[in-house]
């Protein structure tokens, strides 16, 4: 059975660091992109970061979108099938449910959320004082 299984949200004060994990069953997570959805309250979700599949030239290239360059790292680990977002300097407006989703093959329009096979159920990320 195909599964993506997020955690790793809480509640952390501005200025904070937190992991979240994304684990995989069912299937190799170096086979397919990653990206990392969030959806903050009253807000259409969107793409946050995205690692692409081992194959093809993209060759594992990661992508971040703006509002998280620079503070963000996404990485994979094989030995335990899960790619990783680490969340540092982490801001209020950061705040939001964070979702991870597979695709098979490396999507052409990374935040498109059509081109994503599988998603795992979201983790609540609070950014708070």
């Known amino acids: 059975e195909v599964q993506l299984q997020a955690s790793g949200g809480g509640l952390v004060q501005p200025g904070g660091s937190l992991r979240l994990s994304c684990a995989a069953s069912?299937?190799?997570?170096?086979?397919?992109?990653i990206t990392w959805f969030r959806q903050a309250p009253g807000k259409e979700r969107e793409g946050a970061s995205s690692?692409?599949?081992?194959?093809?030239?993209?060759?594992?290239?990661?992508i971040y979108a703006d509002a998280v360059k620079d503070r963000f790292t996404i990485y994979r680990e094989d030995a335990t099938n899960t790619v990783y977002l680490q969340m540092n300097r982490l801001k209020p407006e950061d705040t939001a449910v964070y979702y991870c989703?597979?695709?098979?093959?490396?999507?052409?329009?990374?935040?498109?959320?059509?081109?994503?096979?599988?998603w795992g159920q979201g983790t609540q990320v609070t950014v708070s004082s």
């Open positions: 989703a597979a695709a098979q093959r490396d999507p052409p329009l990374v935040w498109r959320e059509s081109q994503y096979d599988y």
């Open positions: 690692i692409y599949s081992v194959h093809g030239g993209t060759n594992g290239r990661a």
């Open positions: 069912g299937f190799k997570v170096s086979d397919h992109a």
